[in-house]
T-cell receptor, first 114, second 115 residues
Framework: AQKVTQAQTEISVVEKEDVTLDCVYE???????LFWYKQPPSGELVFLIR??????QNEISGRYSWNFQKSTSSFNFTITASQVVDSAVYFC???????????FGSGTQLTVLP | GAGVSQSPSNKVTEKGKDVELRCDPI?????LYWYRQSLGQGLEFLIY????????KSGLPSDRFSAERTGGSVSTLTIQRTQQEDSAVYLC?????????????FGQGTRLTVV
């Protein structure tokens, strides 16, 4: 079985603050892939990033960065200098060799206040 | 179309009636998923199709729920004898091939309301 835990249900920050969204995963497989999706108020899920289990390099894309640590089974997402448009629900997801279904965490509602 | 298309976008039905929700995946995508998202909740996995393989139905909540995928393309999710707790947004996603290293693309969902 595989599982994704996003312990932060809601986070509220003021614009320009940095914010980190936590994601902890569980899987028995050695080959797996992790994803982050954004769900804005419009409702459609938007893919942000994927990471495979063999690549622990952190990634930065503009104001977004991701920290993948196998030792703690975590794949955290940081938004630097947050903006109001970043307000959305963010989901972490996992797929692995033995369970091809894409398992999602419960999501973190991020609200960025002006 | 360029993306995953779901229809209808909204459906209101009376308790006890059957409903069918449709998903048109991205052309060429062999993997198709259905999820349910209740208000303010996460995504609950329902069913997964991969090519001609037997679907993974492990997420279907009861035998009132079923899904099929015809010709490896369009999929229909059927809910029989709907109950009020079935009210949710039903999301469909497709993905290319068996390679796990690909993202899933989501449709805009069907909002089902059972009254």
């Amino acid at each position: 079985a595989q599982k994704v835990t996003q312990a932060q249900t809601e986070i509220s920050v003021v614009e320009k603050e940095d914010v980190t969204l936590d994601c902890v995963y569980e899987t028995r497989d050695t080959t797996y892939y992790l994803f982050w999706y954004k769900q804005p108020p419009s409702g459609e899920l938007v893919f942000l990033i994927r990471r495979n289990s063999f690549d622990e390099q952190n990634e930065i894309s503009g104001r977004y960065s991701w920290n993948f640590q196998k030792s703690t089974s975590s794949f955290n997402f940081t938004i630097t200098a947050s903006q109001v448009v970043d307000s959305a629900v963010y989901f972490c997801a996992l797929t692995s060799g033995s369970a091809r279904q894409l398992t999602f965490g419960s999501g973190t509602q991020l609200t960025v206040l002006p | 179309g360029a993306g995953v298309s779901q229809s209808p976008s909204n459906k209101v039905t009376e308790k006890g009636k059957d409903v069918e929700l449709r998903c048109d995946p991205i052309s060429g995508h062999t993997a198709l998923y259905w999820y349910r998202q209740s208000l303010g909740q996460g995504l609950e996995f329902l069913i997964y199709f991969q090519g001609n393989s037997a679907p993974d139905k492990s997420g279907l909540p009861s035998d009132r729920f079923s899904a099929e995928r015809t010709g490896g393309s369009v999929s229909t999710l059927t809910i029989q004898r709907t109950q009020q707790e079935d009210s949710a947004v039903y999301l469909c996603a497709s993905r290319t091939g068996r390679d796990m290293n690909t993202e899933a693309f989501f449709g805009q969902g069907t909002r089902l309301t059972v009254v």
